[in-house]
């Protein structure tokens, strides 16, 4: 970010305390209502507070540009915590009048994020699929709303909730390296991508690519991904920062009201399609993830990734 | 489809009676209800089991594959009786476990499929018009919903109801010969392709490129076609059967319950908008078909058609 | 147009008074229910007779090719007069029925349109601001829905309601000329394209296109607006016209009745959607243009276009 942006990390807080507050009002609303109580929530999130650090925020107030680095290693799993960071993240930059422009992009090598968290959807109660779904719902629904100009630097391996993150900022940046890749394959594990993880795909790439793309469960790599549209650019790994802070300038130069209200009226239809079904949508999730079969493929896989490491 | 493909005929089946009597239960059920009685519709199909023949279904157990074979010579036309054979055999297939993916091609040399019969449209009784167009409804909701993979090889002219057919599948494969031409030519012989066709052309090739295709009843040679998106790969003649093995293998490996959910997931709004409102469909069609001015420009098109021949 | 064509200008009619009336009735349906009376209407249109020759059309009737030429010197601003006159000439055109075709163009020299009057959205009241936006509304509606095949020659710069114009037509034809730009570039001016102009951008260009080009306000050169397909051809400027005669040839080939009746089909959601909610659109910008914000945004607009001329 040049000289002179301040680091700002998620925890701990100037005022622990008061932040803390913000950020379980936050989560608290984020809560199917009546599925803990108040007092669980707070003594959770005290916990929690002290496991942070999940989500880095750097801002240059003199530019109006937030980066927020995602640092949950190995892979920046979507897990129930890094999510929740990720929304209280995003709600603070929001209420932040200096902060015009944000750029999300990864801190652990090779991967910018393998996607939901695998052990928030396996071997669960119902209750805490439904507490996790409601999160990730609330993480898309800021983020494809979201009011700043939102730039992704795709700089390592994108496949699932990482891809949908990345769609639903205004402009991809990927670092040209074979080895990453970028899609929506849930397909392959056995499970299925939800009606506005495809809304999102649709409105990116069009419905005739994301047929193909999320049947299939397509990983393109960095060509491919500029080619069928899911990424804008690709420039080598070095210049990916420099090159998103370039094209943030051009978006920068537009008037934010203008800009904001143009944005909400392209979006709106797609992001109301949630709001509409948003709690049948957490039911269908909970019951899909729930099932004998699914939690079988889920261990399977579980398994495979452990004798990988091994 | 290598070595021990059975060839199995749509008709006679091992089972005359009780094959007879499924496909009647499926022919009566996308009858429109009171058009006609059920010991008529008896008496009718009775008859036509013995014409049969104009569906080729060979079927690979050990792949998992079939291959379903357009033979209605000379062109392949969508008569009421081979747009019925048609449903029956998408319903055999459906209700067979060991059958995962499905080839849909010609064995009429030169020609996939010259679309709707015009001989059921012209000079027929309003009773025959909307039980045509109630069968070919039918034959779309199928096609466009199969749960099998559906791969359609392109191995002659494919114009109107041809593409319909050839566009609901996942994937189009079309032979690289100059001389066929595909695409929704409706608007040429001066009727209107109806919205479900408009629908599934724009879901496949999005929706500037349709107001183009639709107005002026393009029929584009393979290189056009793969341009503008209506096939998604063409090949030499000769090899286009054994790339349709190739990409079904591709396809096969996604597990078969998250692809068909994905599938249905995708098509659904636009099967719904057909299912929403199938009656006044038909009766909308039923209507344009009996106009004079519009039986008087096919009975030019079918004389034109004549004197050509002779 | 060849030999013979006759010039046909808006005003004066050959029948002044009925086609004074037939303009009035046309312009009364268009304005707002009781926002002033029919006496009102009828003396302020005398008046405007005689201000008119905005628009100039050119009817080749053996060919059933008209020309309509925008003709509103400076730079063809939208004026309320220019509207209505454009609906005017728009209305009589589809009342004759030896006109098909509509070739629309502009004659002031490097300019195709600049697009809305901005005299009309600064410095009026809200009745102004209704009665304006209630024939812009009208125009679009028009235009959009035109029976007759349309394409648009864009020989000039065509922002804003320039873009929306052509965009309405079957075809566009760009002269290429680098100073020659299209787009909606509303964002840059602080102000936001309604929904109707951002539904006929993303049927022309598809969502994702879309997203870029309306938040950024981006203006296409002609390679540009070829590629990301806001036109369709760009071909020397000296060759605009007859290669508009060659397209509307192709076009006038296919028989009138079916190919409007497809035109409606794929037409028709996206002019429902305006018509549904036309009152409110129109509240809504009339509340947007009184705003402080928006009316100081303008004004410095215009004075930097002053002092730019100066």
New interface residues.
């Given amino acids: 970010m040049g000289a002179g942006p301040g680091q700002q990390q998620t925890e701990p807080p100037p005022d622990p305390d008061g932040l803390a507050k913000m950020a379980l009002a936050s989560r608290a609303r984020a809560l199917l209502p009546g599925a803990r109580s108040w007092g669980a929530v707070l003594a959770r999130a005290t916990t929690q507070r002290a496991m942070s650090h999940r989500v880095v925020v750097e801002t240059d107030a003199a530019a109006g540009v937030a980066v927020m680095k995602l640092r949950n290693p190995p892979v920046n799993s979507l897990s129930l915590e890094m999510v929740t960071e990720l929304v209280i993240n995003l709600e603070k930059l929001e209420n932040d009048r200096t902060v015009r422009g944000l750029i999300v992009t990864s801190e652990s090598p090779g991967v910018f994020s393998s996607g939901l968290n695998l052990l928030d959807m396996y071997g669960r109660n119902p209750a805490h699929y439904a507490e996790y779904w409601k999160a990730v719902q609330e993480l898309w629904l800021r983020l494809y709303q979201c009011p700043m100009v939102t730039v992704a630097t795709i700089n390592g391996a994108c496949p699932a909730g990482g891809c949908l993150i990345s769609m639903t900022c205004?402009?991809r940046i990927m670092a040209d390296n074979s080895k990453y890749t970028i899609g929506l394959n849930?397909?392959?594990?056995?499970?299925?991508?939800p009606?506005w993880f495809?809304d999102t795909l649709?409105?990116?790439?069009?419905?005739?690519a994301?047929?193909?793309s999320?049947?299939?469960?397509l990983l393109y790599p960095p060509a491919e991904a500029l080619r069928v549209?899911v990424v804008?650019m690709v420039v080598p790994e070095d210049q990916v920062h420099s090159t998103a802070l370039s094209v943030m300038a051009?978006?920068l130069a537009?008037?934010d009201?203008?800009?904001q209200?143009?944005?909400a009226?392209?979006r709106k239809p797609t992001v109301d399609n949630l709001v509409r079904q948003r709690d049948a949508d957490i039911q269908q999730f909970v019951s899909f993830i729930s099932r004998d079969?699914i939690q079988k493929?889920l261990q399977m896989y579980l398994q495979m990734l452990k004798q990988k490491k091994a």
């Fill in positions: 205004d402009y849930e397909t392959q594990l056995g499970i299925v991508a009606f495809k649709v409105n990116t790439i069009g419905h005739r994301s047929e193909m999320l049947q299939l469960g549209g804008d051009q978006w537009i008037p009201h203008a800009r209200l143009t944005k009226m392209l079969s493929g």
